[in-house]
């Protein structure tokens, strides 16, 4: 048993490193096709390489495989976050994948033919899946470069995602940034009130990265501050209220600045015209002409 033990174990191996060179092929050519995307629309792609599978494991692990309602993702591109979604236990029927790129939309419906391949844009959700959902969707996972796109766009994204999704449903999303990639508010666009968790950072990806959930926040909910925006809240009020009390100040001060300017000119007026009518001149000028005639009177 020992002996064929120890000849069972090259077998193994063996075919471990059969396997292998297939998957970094796949991965090369994978990584080949995003940096092509990448050249010819970098604005519409955002990375030069596929998200790797730790940080597509940590998308997925916000998605419930048990909720009811299709998964749609965003921008999947060579797919790396859907087959993490479908090991997560996501059936592949449940997939709505919405992808730009026609040729990753190609790729995808060869790789994952029992899910739902949508050539469309993911920043016109309303139109791009109009007349597919047959019910809410159980969460909204994307991998678009949000940071390419200025905040109303991103704002108004998540506000497209929330209407289709059911209550409670997530929209999950990548950074390479360690802040939220979704303003609170934007110009233009009709407030959205969320709450966001955030992931511990993937430092396995390159680059690190970090994954966002939002959810929209119940009706009449108050947001409950973190420390720092807390903070943040505080020291702005306190810095209103100082500007406040500083011009307040300083309109007082100009105030009596003004009055006691007016008084001297009034009472220096009053005795000017006192001193003109009695014919005499002012005191100081009385004491400047009695100097000079005592320095003009010969000595004795």
Not at 22 to 43: I, Q
Not at 65 to 92: D, M, N, Y
Not at 129 to 154: C, F, I, N, Q
Request: charge should be positive; hydrophobic fraction near 40%; include cysteine.
């Amino acid at each position: 048993m020992r002996d064929g033990r120890l000849r069972s174990q090259p077998k193994r191996q063996e075919a471990h490193g059969r396997s292998h060179p297939g998957l970094s092929l796949k991965r090369f050519a994978d990584e080949a096709r995003f940096f092509k995307a990448w050249v010819e629309k970098p604005m519409l792609t955002g990375a030069v390489s596929p998200s790797g599978r730790f940080l597509a494991r940590m998308m997925a692990r916000y998605v419930d495989p048990s909720g009811r309602g299709p998964v749609i993702e965003l921008g999947p591109g060579t797919g790396p976050v859907t087959l993490a979604l479908i090991q997560r236990g996501v059936a592949p029927e449940r997939l709505i994948l919405v992808e730009y790129d026609a040729e990753f939309c190609k790729l995808l419906k060869r790789r994952f033919p029992r899910a739902t391949v949508v050539q469309g844009d993911a920043y016109d959700l309303p139109g791009t899946l109009a007349g597919m959902l047959t019910e809410p969707a159980a969460a909204v996972v994307s991998s678009l470069p949000l940071l390419t796109k200025p905040d109303p766009d991103r704002l108004r994204l998540l506000g497209d995602a929330f209407q289709i999704m059911a209550p409670g449903g997530r929209f999950v999303q990548f950074t390479y940034g360690m802040i939220s990639p979704i303003p609170r508010k934007a110009r233009g666009v009709e407030p959205v009130e969320y709450v966001a968790e955030a992931s511990p950072a993937v430092w396995l990806n390159l680059p690190p990265a970090r994954v966002f959930a939002y959810q929209a926040a119940p009706e009449g909910a108050v947001r409950k501050l973190r420390p720092a925006e807390a903070l943040i809240g505080k020291i702005r009020k306190g810095t209103g209220r100082m500007k406040e009390e500083f011009k307040e100040r300083t309109d007082r001060m100009q105030s009596e600045i003004r009055l006691a300017t007016a008084k001297a000119k009034q009472d220096f007026g009053g005795r000017r015209n006192k001193n003109h009518n009695d014919n005499k001149p002012p005191p100081a000028l009385a004491l400047l002409r009695k100097i000079g005639e005592a320095r003009r009177s010969p000595k004795r």
